[in-house]
């Protein structure tokens, strides 16, 4: 393994050039993302340089568009181990938990249960919270062990029932670092209820390799501008998930996957420069690059 060229890595991060009353700028907003190479600002430039342009036209910025968002879901779909179909584009992850919340929350009834955890950030709880709360249905909460500040995994067993219909936790948490054995807590999950199992990986996918089928998600959610990308949220939902359950759109949305859970023009620069942040990852990461 050669050693990593720190120097030559910094240069590919323009902000890390910026001064402040002398000093080199340190930038310490974790909740704020990762900073922005160059390569996906100049995505994200050329695109609204040449393309700037809305979708499903027959003039070329159009299909130039229509391209950009194709190669969004194939590359968001690449990073997740999905489907580009079973791949839904959104402002934020939080909105999207928010989004689908929504959907499933209609299929809830008055004796059904939903599981969060009090480790996660609340952008996977409030949502099934307010599900919850809208069917009547009742929720169960995971504790955390005071010693480790680990999930605690009896806590999360006696929460399954037979009713348990939504089950909700972390890869790994934002406050304290700690890392879920997702893939246990879902097979558990599998193997007692029918519930929908939903991952937060916002703060896991930057630092780990991601694999729906390997963790056995139904749904997962994590956030390009952490991982050397744009402002946007990324949702993947298993296919007959998206395609059963009721999404609110308007009228004119197309009804096939996964544009019927992209109502609305969508922001095609940030598209850009994701695909821009996952195929530069990809060289990266093969030898010799």
Known sequence: MTALDLESVRARFPAL?????????????????????????????????TSNANTHGAFVTSQETDAVIAEAHRAAADLVGADADEVVFGPNATSLLFQIS??????????????????????????????????????RWVDVRDEDVTLDVASFEAALTDRTKVVAFTLASNA???V??????????????????????????????????????DVLVCSPY??????????????????TLRAYKVRPAREELPYRWETGTQNHEAFAGFVAAVDRGRLQAEPGL
Do not use: C
Not at 226 to 243: A, E, M, N, S, Y
């Open 102 to 139: 929504r959907s499933i929350g209609r299929t809830l009834g008055r004796d059904d249960e939903v599981v969060v955890t009090r480790l996660d950030h609340d952008a996977n709880i409030r949502p099934w919270l307010m599900a919850a709360e809208d069917a009547g249905a009742t929720v």
């Open 176 to 178: 304290v670092g700690t």
């Open 226 to 243: 952490k991982i050397f990308g744009p402002h946007l949220g990324v949702l993947f939902g298993r296919r007959d998930l998206l395609r």
């Open 17 to 49: 050039s910026r001064t402040l009353d002398g000093g080199p700028a340190v930038f310490a907003d974790a909740p704020g993302g990762t900073q922005v190479p160059d390569g996906v600002i100049e995505a994200m430039s050329a695109y609204l340089r």
């Open 180 to 217: 879920t054995p997702a893939t246990e807590l879902a097979r558990l999950v599998h193997a007692r209820t029918n519930a929908v199992v939903a991952i937060d990986a916002v703060h896991a996918a930057q630092h780990r390799r991601i694999d729906v089928a390997e963790l056995g998600a």
